[in-house]
């Protein structure tokens, strides 16, 4: 297991989190590396080629990939708690709230001359204080 966890993590060639390397393993082992006919997993302290995995049946082989493609679809689904076995985690409130988005930056007040219009446009209030009109198509 720390073979394949190792030989995961250093493919990757960046940092990856816990959750990226989890999901990466069973990535590998749920596109059939175990199986007899797969590649396999390469011993690197023996001299000859060796399959590490060598002391599996051909049963269990197919038992390991095929729990890996329904961890590896759970873990898609969001649902990685049934994979890992404990309770599901509550959803975090700062992610939730869209009123309390930290990326988002926070309306300025020093430019009151500028208006949103809702549609990404903004407006000046020019008209407003040239013609004294709030709307100028009504005057």
């Known amino acids: ?12 060639g960046v940092t990856l989190s816990p959750g990226d390397i ?7 082992v749920a596109s059939g590396i175990l199986l007899a006919g797969g590649p396999g997993l390469e ?13 599996l049946t051909d049963q269990e ?7 890996a493609q329904h961890a590896l679809r759970l873990i898609a689904f969001r649902q990685a708690h049934k994979v890992l076995g404990i309770d ?13 988005n930290p990326r988002k930056r926070r309306r300025d007040g020093s430019e009151s001359n ?13 008209r407003e204080k040239v013609t004294g009109l709030a709307n100028p198509a009504s005057g």
Do not use: H, W, Y
Not at 23 to 28: I, L, M, P, S
Not at 44 to 55: N, Q, V, Y
Not at 114 to 121: A, F, N, R
């Open 1 to 12: 297991m720390q073979l394949l966890c190792q030989k995961c993590v250093a493919s990757g």
């Open 22 to 28: 989890l999901r990466r393993v069973f990535e590998a």
């Open 43 to 55: 011993d690197p302290c023996e001299k000859d080629s060796t399959d590490a995995a060598a002391t």
């Open 61 to 67: 082989r197919e038992v390991i990939t095929a729990s």
């Open 88 to 100: 599901r985690l509550p959803p975090c409130s700062a992610f939730n709230s869209k009123s309390n």
């Open 114 to 126: 500028v208006v949103d219009t809702g549609d990404g446009k903004k407006d000046k209030k020019d």
